[in-house]
C-alpha cells in the first residue's frame, strides 16, 4: 500500500517579463540571471549550441524532448575560451537528464552545465512554451535554480521586467578574442580527432565577434592560417597582417550596436578591394557597412533545419541557424544583391556585391550541429580569394 502521490519539489523557475511563472526543476548551476528565452529545434548537439557565443545572454528552450543522453565532452565545445563560457546562460528541457550512453562522452550534462555556470530546468511543457513564443515573440526573462526551493518571487518578476533586452546591446566585446592569436586546427576526423594544418597557404583574418571553432576548422581544412583579432581591431591593423582575405564571424547581440565601432573597419576593407565573407552577425553588420538596415526579428531562426534557396545555383539548402536580428532585404542598395532567402519566412539570407570579392550568408554553413548542405560557402570563398589574386572580377 502506498502513501499516495509522491510530489517534487519545484526547484527552479523561468519567470517571464510579464509576470507569467513557469515552474520545473533544477539542473546545473544555481542562482538565477537574465536573459531573452528562444526555442531551438535541433535534434542533436546540445553541447555545441550551448556553446554558441550567439546565444549569450540567451536562454535556449530544446523543443526535442530527450537532452543529455550522449553525455558532454571536451571536443564538442564551440566557444574558444570555455574558461569565459561565452554562450547560453540557460537552458529549458521537457525532460530529465537521462545517463549518458555514447562513446565519446566523458561526463554527465548536469555535471557540464554546473561546470559553465549555466542554469537550467526541466519538466517544462516545452511545446506549450514554442507556441508562446511563436505566438508572442521572444521574452525577456529570469531563470533562477534553487536546491532548496526558496524564490522570492516578486523580486524575480521585478528583475524580469527590468531587463532591457538584446536590442542595443553590443555583446561582442564580451564574447570575442581580446587579443591577437592564430588557429590552425583542422576538422574533426572520426577517431582520429583533430589535426593541425602544417602548409597554409592563405592568411585568413578573422575578426572575432564571438565566433564558432568549427568555422575556424573549416578555413584551416582550405588549406589557411588564420589570424584571429578582437572585435575593434582597425582595419590599419587588420591589413598589417597582409591577408588574402578577411572573415567577419558570428556573434551575439544586437549588429547596430556592434556596428558603431565595426562598421566603419568594414567599410574601409570593402573600400580596399580585400575578399571579405561574412556569417551570421557578421552577414548582418556588411549589410550596415553596405548601405543596408537590420531589424529585430519576431521568433528569430534557431535549429538544424532550415530551408534556404542559394539563388546562385538554384537550389535548396537544409541549414543551421541561430539569429534573432535579420538584414532588410528592401534596404539592400543598388549593387547588392540578394544571394540567399529563407523558405520559412523570406528573410534574407545572403548577399554579395557586385563587381567586388564581398559576400555573406546569414545562416551557418559550418553548422556544428547541422547538415554540411552549406560548406560549400568555404570552397567559394577561396576560389574567390584565387581569383582575385589572379585579376578575375569575383562572381
Not at 571536443?75 to 554562450?87: F, I, M, R, Y
Not at 542598395?333 to 559576400?359: I, M
Request: glycine share 12%; proline share 5%; net charge negative.
Amino acid at each position: 500500500m502506498t502513501d499516495g502521490w509522491t510530489t517534487r519539489k519545484t526547484t527552479a523557475l523561468l519567470v517571464l517579463a510579464d509576470g507569467t511563472v513557469i515552474e520545473g526543476f533544477g539542473l546545473g548551476a544555481s542562482g538565477a540571471i537574465e536573459g531573452e528565452v528562444c526555442f531551438n529545434t535541433a535534434l542533436t548537439g546540445y553541447q555545441e549550441i550551448l556553446t554558441d557565443p550567439s546565444y549569450s545572454r540567451q536562454i535556449v528552450t530544446f523543443t526535442f524532448p530527450h537532452i543529455g543522453n550522449v553525455g558532454a565532452n571536451a571536443e564538442d565545445q564551440e566557444d574558444l575560451t570555455p574558461a569565459k563560457a561565452s554562450g547560453a546562460v540557460g537552458a529549458i528541457f521537457r525532460a530529465d537528464i537521462s545517463e549518458p550512453s555514447n562513446y565519446r562522452s566523458s561526463g554527465h550534462l548536469d555535471a557540464w552545465l554546473k561546470e559553465r555556470g549555466v542554469i537550467a530546468l526541466s519538466g517544462v511543457d516545452t511545446r506549450a512554451l514554442t507556441a508562446l513564443i511563436r505566438e508572442t515573440g521572444m521574452p525577456n526573462a529570469v531563470i533562477a535554480h534553487d536546491p532548496d526551493g526558496n524564490f522570492d518571487l516578486d523580486a524575480l518578476k521585478a528583475r524580469a521586467a527590468a531587463w532591457g533586452g538584446i536590442v542595443g546591446l553590443d555583446l561582442a566585446k564580451e564574447v570575442g578574442s581580446g587579443d591577437t592569436t592564430v588557429w590552425d586546427e583542422k576538422p574533426w576526423v572520426w577517431n582520429e580527432g583533430y589535426a593541425a594544418e602544417a602548409a597554409p597557404r592563405y592568411t585568413i583574418v578573422a575578426i572575432d565577434y564571438g565566433t564558432k571553432r568549427n568555422i575556424l576548422r573549416l578555413m584551416a581544412g582550405q588549406g589557411a592560417r588564420v589570424v584571429l583579432v578582437p572585435p575593434t581591431a582597425s582595419a590599419e591593423e587588420i591589413l598589417a597582417h597582409e591577408p588574402d582575405g578577411v572573415f567577419l564571424s558570428n556573434g551575439p547581440g544586437d549588429p547596430a550596436a556592434t556596428g558603431d565601432y565595426a562598421v566603419p573597419t568594414i567599410k574601409a576593407l570593402v573600400d580596399k578591394g580585400v575578399p571579405v565573407f561574412g556569417i551570421c552577425l557578421g552577414h548582418q553588420m556588411l549589410a550596415l557597412a553596405l548601405g543596408g538596415r537590420t531589424e529585430k526579428m519576431h521568433q528569430g531562426h534557431h535549429g538544424a533545419n532550415h530551408p534556404v534557396k542559394d539563388f546562385t545555383t538554384g537550389k535548396v539548402e537544409i541549414v543551421s541557424m541561430n539569429h534573432g536580428f535579420a538584414v532588410a532585404a528592401d534596404s539592400l542598395p543598388a549593387g547588392v544583391e540578394e544571394t540567399h532567402r529563407s523558405l520559412f519566412d523570406g528573410s534574407n539570407c545572403g548577399l554579395r556585391v557586385a563587381g567586388k570579392p564581398v559576400f555573406s550568408v546569414q545562416h551557418h554553413p559550418e553548422a556544428s550541429p547541422g547538415p554540411q548542405d552549406s560548406h560549400y560557402l568555404f570552397q567559394r570563398f577561396f576560389r574567390m580569394i584565387d581569383d582575385h589574386k589572379a585579376g578575375k572580377i569575383a562572381a
